[in-house]
């Protein structure tokens, strides 16, 4: 007798069906900043369907041995370009704990497409938030294209010379479903100020370059990337930073930071870069191994500006405001202002996946967050940006089962987030030697 059609379309799905049972756990939830012992997570499908003690687990779970070690929710990486880093860089997140990106600017199509076969089961990869092109002016596009280079600048810039031109971005963003804007650089202050009117609009959030005053930017974006540098907040004593910070807390600006960005690529100098580039055995750093292909060269290049007069200017001038930019944002915290983290990856000596390491590590030692609030910065502030904290960024019953195995306690030394025992994206456990085998595969 043939099997009915039917029931072998219901045992497809089910067989997929994922049933997690990590149990003995520590489950450490930044959101609440709850540290819960001896537990029991129950995962099922893409879901988290039950956290506590004295669980029964149901036999046909798959049992995931917790004991003496730290579950915490998933990483974002708020700052990355996927069309730069290439779909080799998805096993690195993934492998690195990083189970959700906000990505600043790719081709749309590419990442649309991505995120389909990720959804459906087809690719391993991070869940993407996207903002499409980055918004940019038209000037400085049509400079870029002059220049020449590796980077594929149509399909990753959108230029912008006048308000109406930034109308039009800002609808067609929006008719390809994007998740947020991001702009680069802009035509004048008029420019700036319609884009921010057209998001707004359109409902949809404004992130970027803090290109015009703070007092024009607060408000008007939601995001601020990397750090807030024109005019240099020093023109202002202290009472008056202050009170921009409370100010930018109010309006709900989030200080989306990437430092390790800052710190570990713009201010590295050209031999060291150079060094770090040729190293295709990873001798100065094992991170080298996983780097090829379009990535490598766009590094290549980004390596020889540094020997551009202008660009060592312009890095010597960074250089000299970095403890000001540490100050600010340890004033920002204080004052209530929401962080977001991220690598950048894409740029110079940013490895993606294991930058994000680096930037916690920075929230501690640099900028006076506890590990606990570094870990909350980068699991439940992404999902409180976007507005979806009902279903992401703690470990909670349905919320998605996106979370890292630790073994060693990240609220001890935060350096500790790099001791991954196993990841879960999207219900599907990854552990220590599916994750090696990813690994080895980018390598190769
Ligand atoms: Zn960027």
């Known amino acids: 007798m043939k099997v009915k059609p039917l029931i072998l379309f219901l045992c497809l799905p089910l067989a ?42 149901p036999r046909r779970f798959k049992q995931v041995n917790g004991s003496r070690r730290y579950l915490m929710p998933g990483l974002w990486d708020c ?19 990083v189970t959700s990106v906000r990505d600043m600017g790719s081709d749309p199509n590419e990442i649309l497409a991505w995120r389909r076969e990720i959804e459906s089961g087809k690719l391993l990869g991070p869940r993407i938030k996207f903002s499409g092109r980055i918004l940019e002016s038209k000037a400085n596009v049509d400079r870029m294209k002059r220049e020449g280079g590796v980077e594929p600048v ?19 963003q929006k008719r390809i479903g994007v998740d947020h804007l991001k702009v680069r650089s802009v035509a004048g202050l008029e420019t700036f100020k319609a884009l921010a009117d057209a998001a707004h609009n359109a409902g949809l959030k404004l992130t970027g370059h803090a290109l015009a005053a703070p007092k024009e930017v607060i408000g008007k974006m939601q995001s601020v990337e990397h750090v807030i540098a024109y005019p240099p907040l020093d023109q202002m004593d202290e009472a008056e930073r202050r009170q921009l910070f409370r100010d930018m807390s109010s309006a709900g600006t989030y200080m989306s930071t990437t430092w390790v960005n800052i710190d570990g690529s713009v201010l590295v100098n050209y031999e060291r870069a150079r060094a770090l580039i040729e190293d295709t055995k990873g001798k100065l750093d094992p991170r080298r191994r996983y780097i090829k292909g379009y990535l490598l060269s766009d590094w290549k290049e980004q390596v020889e500006e540094k020997k551009d007069p ?37 740029v110079t000596l940013i490895y993606p996946g294991f930058s994000m ?3 916690l590590e920075i929230y501690v030692k640099q900028f006076g967050f ?54 879960i994206s999207r219900g599907r456990l990854l552990n220590r030697s599916k994750l090696n085998k990813m690994l080895r595969a980018v390598r190769q």
């Open 16 to 57: 997929a069906l994922a049933q997690l049972a990590i149990h003995d756990v520590t489950v450490i939830n930044p959101r609440s900043g709850e540290v819960l012992r001896n537990v029991t997570v129950l995962v099922e499908g893409d879901r988290i369907t039950r956290v506590g003690a004295a669980i029964d687990i």
């Open 79 to 97: 700052h990355v370009h996927l069309t730069k880093a290439g779909v080799e860089s998805f096993p690195l997140f993934l492998a690195n704990g």
């Open 154 to 172: 149509d399909r990753i810039r959108y230029p912008i010379a006048n308000p109406e031109e930034a109308r039009n971005a800002v609808a067609e």
């Open 310 to 346: 202008e660009q060592a200017k312009m890095e010597g001038v960074l250089r000299a405001q970095l403890p000001s930019f540490v100050r600010d944002f340890r004033q920002m915290k204080e004052e209530g202002v929401h962080f977001l983290a991220g690598s950048d990856t894409a």
């Open 357 to 359: 390491h680096e930037e």
């Open 370 to 423: 506890s590990p606990m609030e570094a870990l909350r910065v980068a699991t439940h502030n992404p999902a409180e940006f976007y507005g979806i904290e009902a279903a992401q960024g703690a470990i909670l019953n349905g919320q998605v089962a996106d979370m890292v195995l630790l073994d060693r306690n990240p609220l001890d030394d935060i350096r500790n987030t790099r001791s991954i025992r196993a990841v």
